[in-house]
């Protein structure tokens, strides 16, 4: 049960990581136009640039929360091994 809620925290940050990618691509790709049209007419994903720094802040929170959440299964999983000894 503890190595299944560390496996998903560290998908979490991985899924997290690739997001907060993604959505810094946009935001590069974003601060080199020249004219105002939508960031999806340079090949990255539809939506603003407001949306892209969003994305960005959603990324981190969802990496943070997932590393506490390895973070808690990792001390808990230490607990038990202190119990059992």
Not at 6 to 13: E, P, S
Not at 20 to 35: C, G, H, I, K, T
């Amino acid at each position: 049960m503890l190595s299944s809620a560390m496996n998903v925290g560290v998908q979490g940050i991985q899924s997290g990581m690739r997001q907060l990618d993604q959505s810094a691509n946009d935001v590069a790709r974003a601060s080199f136009r020249s004219d105002t049209k939508p960031v999806d007419t340079l090949g990255a994903r539809e939506g603003s640039l407001e949306q892209a720094v969003v994305e960005q802040v959603a990324s981190t929170y969802m990496v943070k929360a997932n590393a506490r959440t390895v973070e808690v299964a990792s001390e808990t999983l230490g607990t038990v091994i202190d119990m059992k000894v």
